[in-house]
């Protein structure tokens, strides 16, 4: 499970994160409109509520990095499910099946979709995605196996 905040500006204050900002301990990422997007953390769990300790860990790193982060507002705290793959990478390509996988992003998902997005567009298309996708294929894991299988 991993949980996020969402901060917005006061009236009239600029953004104070102009690009992605990642730490070991936090990830910032500006919004067009002005909004931060703080994550995230990491927790073996399986529901998706949100926990006070989780939004403190996030405050405290997020305002670290960038101290004008304290006067933005608190517009959502969320959690999710972050599903990881069992060698922890990303799962990008198509099975045997023929489906593509856009997958396992885990951590560092919402920081990979728009790049993996594009890629898996052009295997939809049934276009190469790139020679630094080939690590990813789902079919990595069909050696354990006859092929791989969704569900």
């Known amino acids: 499970k991993g949980e996020v905040l969402v901060l917005g500006p006061r009236p009239g204050a600029p953004c104070p994160v102009g690009r992605v900002v990642r730490t070991p301990g936090v990830y910032l990422v500006p919004r067009p409109d002005g909004r931060v997007v703080v994550g995230a953390t990491q927790q073996e769990a399986g529901d998706v509520d949100p926990t006070a300790g989780a939004a403190l860990d996030l405050l405290e790193e997020a305002v670290r990095v960038?101290?004008?982060l304290r006067?933005?507002?608190?517009?959502?705290?969320?959690?999710?499910?972050?599903?990881?793959?069992p060698d922890a990478l990303p799962v990008l390509g198509r099975d045997g099946d023929g489906l593509v996988w856009a997958a396992g992003g885990f951590r560092h998902g919402v920081l990979l979709t728009p790049v993996?997005?594009?890629?898996?567009?052009?295997?939809a298309r049934g276009e190469?995605?790139?020679?630094?996708?080939?690590?990813f294929t789902p079919m990595r894991f069909a050696a354990s196996r006859e092929e791989v299988r969704c569900g």
């Open 116 to 123: 993996a997005a594009r890629a898996a567009a052009r295997v």
């Open 128 to 135: 190469d995605p790139g020679p630094e996708w080939a690590p």
């Open 66 to 68: 960038v101290p004008a």
């Open 71 to 85: 006067e933005m507002a608190l517009l959502e705290h969320r959690a999710g499910l972050r599903p990881a793959a």
